[in-house]
């Protein structure tokens, strides 16, 4: 199976890169929906330019296209980008990180089938608590790029986050009553490591921006790539 991943950077779509890879499909690209407004009902929007580095470390073309981001309009610009890389990847599937927003899943469900594509969403209804200490466990590090709910405090945003920080999270969504894994759109996140990511992303610049009571976002100013250390290798005369 020839397939494109829809990537957003975060750690969920991240995580269905890693699993399809893992499962034998062929990545042939990684589609990226650009939003022009920062509240778009499908779409990733924090630090989306950033990417391309992800891309260049995952060794993955990656495939941009802008959205207006507005309910309704923002399907066209999907099915637009759908019908766009299965032309030039010759794909037969689309890969999507979707956790738990029924909205969002039978949206590119929908859209995907009306173009002849099928749709894998292996990180679906998963039990978002186990999922959140499953990634670090496996080698994803994530740092949070915005909150948007009360028991979250600015202090978690652009570090990445340890198991403590993880637990945190966790506990503060119980007593909150928000997602653990900030699928309801509490927050987003961006991977700077993982296991198929061949240069680690150093974060050399960001700043912390309120944008209102309970609203935060950490805007990446640059990035490099460092080369990643192999443990355990050693050499013998």
Partial sequence: MRVCSLFSGGKDSTYALHWA????????????????HSDSWMFHYPNIEWTKY????????????????????????????F????????????????????????????????????????????????????????GFRFILTSISTMGIGPRLLGRVLTPNDIDELIGAALRFGFNPALEGGEGESFVVDAPLFKEEIVIEDGEVRRLDQYSWIYIIKSVHLKPKVLVGLTTSS
């Fill in 21 to 36: 890879v893992l499962k034998g499909f062929d990545v042939a690209c990684l589609l990226t929906l650009r939003p022009h």
């Fill in 54 to 81: 992800q891309a260049k470390s995952l060794g993955i073309p990656q495939y941009v296209c802008d959205t207006s981001g507005i309910k309704n309009l923002e399907l066209e610009d999907l099915r637009r980008a």
């Fill in 83 to 138: 019908i766009e890389v299965r032309r030039k990847y010759g794909i037969d599937g689309i890969v999507t990180g979707a956790l738990l927003s029924d909205y969002q899943r039978m949206m590119i469900n929908m859209t995907a089938h009306e173009v002849g594509l099928r749709v894998y969403s292996p990180l679906w209804r998963k039990n978002q608590v186990n999922y959140l200490r499953d990634l670090h466990h496996h």
